[in-house]
């Protein structure tokens, strides 16, 4: 079954929390080595703003399969503040959230 607005824009959405979630771990364990890092929303806001000039304007001119959307801008967005306000947090706590 295909449901065209999350075949879409769920990429879109998911890849602020994963790509933001990966580069958050790789921060507090090998560059600051400081488990109470946290991003700032200014780096979400990087994120999204970031993602949507890669994949919505530098991209489409090369690449034919990718498409430029305004609604791709909302779906960064979205992800990166879900992100920030529920994925952003410091690696003691996810450690101890299971004790």
Avoid at 2 to 23: H, K, R, T
């Amino acid at each position: 079954m295909v449901i065209p607005f999350l075949n879409s824009y769920l990429d879109d959405f998911l890849s602020g929390p994963i790509v933001m979630g990966i580069a958050l771990f790789v921060q507090q364990q090998f560059t600051f080595r400081n488990k109470d890092y946290r991003f700032s929303p200014y780096h979400s806001l990087f994120f999204a703003l970031w993602f949507y000039v890669l994949f919505e304007w530098i991209f489409p001119p090369y690449f034919s399969y990718a498409v430029s959307d305004i609604w791709d801008l909302a779906a960064y967005a979205a992800g990166a503040f879900v992100f920030h306000k529920y994925g952003n947090l410091s690696a003691g706590k996810l450690l101890l959230a299971g004790k």
